[in-house]
């Protein structure tokens, strides 16, 4: 597992960015998409969805075998 401050400003930049898309981002509306602050989110939904960005960054604790500990 990687600490945070061991992210490069692209990587830190790219977790941000896909943060913001997962709360803010609304393609569900009759209108065009966009930016909604008011867009309904699931909160295991968004749980999932920081996870596996967190994994993907290897920013995830894991066990010896490489699995996802509690």
Request: with cysteine; charged share 25%.
């Amino acid at each position: 597992m990687r600490l945070a401050q061991e992210l490069s400003p692209v990587e830190l930049e790219h977790i941000v960015s896909s943060i913001q898309r997962f709360l803010f981002w609304d393609e569900d509306t009759d209108g065009p998409a966009g930016w909604n602050l008011d867009r309904p989110c699931s909160g295991a939904d968004l749980v999932d969805r920081v996870t596996e960005l967190l994994v993907q960054h290897d920013l995830a604790p894991t066990n010896a075998a490489g699995q996802l500990t509690a």
